[in-house]
T-cell receptor, first 111, second 114 residues
Framework: GNSVTQMEGPVTLSEEAFLTINCTYT??????LFWYVQYPGEGLQLLLK?????DKGSNKGFEATYRKETTSFHLEKGSVQVSDSAVYFC??????????FGAGTRLFVKA | DVKVTQSSRYLVKRTGEKVFLECVQD?????MFWYRQDPGLGLRLIYF???????EKGDIPEGYSVSREKKERFSLILESASTNQTSMYLC?????????????FGPGTRLTVL
């Protein structure tokens, strides 16, 4: 079946450090891939997405590239800020109404 | 801006009680969803609705039911709450299917069943 695996957290970084959160997926067909972010006390919000192989999604300095050959969609940011502290969810969608979410990775950024 | 609101941020109920979680969206979205969020498990779909009075089971519907009498409102019902239903519940809405249109999430209701 379809599934998403993302690195376990928490991830703790100092401000201005480089961030990578790994995400790999298993899916039949050609899924769309997403990263959602959940700030403390809030619901999830879409951070970026990619709908086909080699697409790069980007938003707020975050980037992720849809890699079909490695079935991956790793999230990166060149210089994190304290305000990036949140939980990040990788997700996939293959059609219909169901989205498959990863377990989430908590990021702490220290000043 | 799309707004999805949930009736309570925190709720404490006793085992066996009937529990209603309410969700309202203000953007005339066709589709509404209920998820539960548990540590290490991410989000799991309980039920969704693609039109008024229409509902479909998600991946974990056991112990839950839903109601959508008006387009903007989607209710999750726990007929007889149990301790294993202690969780964070998230409502979402979207205009089209999740692959084509963004899902917008409410802030969540943290339910504790004692």
């Amino acid at each position: 079946g379809n599934s998403v695996t993302q690195m376990e957290g928490p991830v703790t970084l100092s401000e201005e450090a480089f961030l990578t959160i790994n995400c790999t997926y298993t899916a039949t067909g050609y899924p769309s891939l997403f990263w959602y972010v959940q700030y403390p006390g809030e619901g999830l919000q879409l951070l970026l997405k990619a709908t086909k192989a080699d697409d790069k999604g980007s938003n707020k300095g975050f980037e992720a590239t849809y890699r079909k050959e490695t079935t991956s969609f790793h999230l990166e940011k060149g210089s994190v800020q304290v305000s990036d502290s949140a939980v990040y969810f990788c997700a996939l969608h293959t059609g219909g109404f169901k989205t498959i979410f990863g377990a989430g990775t908590r990021l702490f950024v220290k000043a | 801006d799309v707004k999805v609101t949930q009736s309570s941020r925190y709720l404490v109920k006793r085992t066996g009680e009937k529990v209603f979680l309410e969700c309202v969206q203000d953007m005339d979205h066709e589709n509404m969803f209920w998820y539960r969020q548990d540590p290490g498990l991410g989000l799991r779909l309980i039920y969704f609705s693609y039109d008024v009075k229409m509902k479909e089971k998600g991946d974990i519907p056991e112990g839950y039911s839903v109601s959508r009498e008006k387009k903007e409102r989607f209710s999750l019902i726990l007929e007889s709450a149990s301790t294993n239903q202690t969780s964070m519940y998230l409502c979402a809405s979207s205009l089209g299917t999740p692959g084509t249109d963004t899902q917008y999430f409410g802030p969540g209701t943290r339910l504790t069943v004692l």
